[in-house]
């Protein structure tokens, strides 16, 4: 009997320093940068329609590169971003009016058939086009009459769901800036 006692101070004395071990605070080392206001962020996406078809990618090419808060996203996409670390994943479902809108059948324009190329002269052909400001915007051939052609002005997304697979491949906090603590 007095060697299961003395067995069982054994097992107790090397136990209690592994459970001290286990309850004490570990030093944390600093939280990896989450997505907020003024982050650069770099990612990896993929777009598609709500069918599956792919309509554009940056897998394998360089990262897209964007500053979090300052509306160079789409707003509906930015807001699924905040609060993403370096390595995550998500799929973002955009519904038309978080996307490029409804489509708005007053957006036309109708413009002299010679200020167009050739190969434009085609119902469908999309061309970049530029509005009095400078700005271009993709525009898309939508009727063809004897002197004019009839413009599309609606983003050719317009009216459609939106699929973005997106990997966070980098996140730098906003400048001047500390990364916040997780605990």
């Known amino acids: 009997m007095i060697r299961a006692h003395q067995i069982l101070a054994v097992i107790l004395s090397l136990a209690a320093p592994i459970a001290a071990a286990a309850q004490a605070t570990p030093a944390t080392a600093p939280a990896a940068p989450a997505i907020e206001k003024g982050s ?33 996203l789409m707003p509906g996409l930015e807001k699924q971003l905040v609060g993403m670390h370096v390595g995550e994943e998500k799929k ?24 167009l190329p050739p190969e434009a002269l085609t119902v469908g052909a999309r061309l970049m086009a530029r509005n009095s400001t400078g700005d271009h915007r993709p525009v898309t051939v939508k009727e063809i009459k004897e ?37």
Request: proline share 10%; net charge negative.
């Open 147 to 183: 002197k004019t052609v009839v413009l599309d002005l609606n983003h050719p997304l317009a009216g459609k769901t939106l699929v973005f697979e997106v990997k966070v491949l980098g996140v730098e906090p906003p400048k001047g800036a500390e990364p916040k603590s997780t605990n």
């Open 92 to 115: 973002v479902v955009l519904p038309p009016e978080e996307a490029y809108g409804r489509p708005d059948p007053s957006a036309e324009t109708e413009v002299a058939k010679d200020l």
């Open 40 to 72: 650069t962020v770099q990612l990896e996406y993929t777009l598609k329609d709500d069918a599956g078809a792919v309509l554009d990618s940056n897998k394998g090419q360089s990262p897209f590169t964007y500053t979090q808060g300052e509306a160079q």
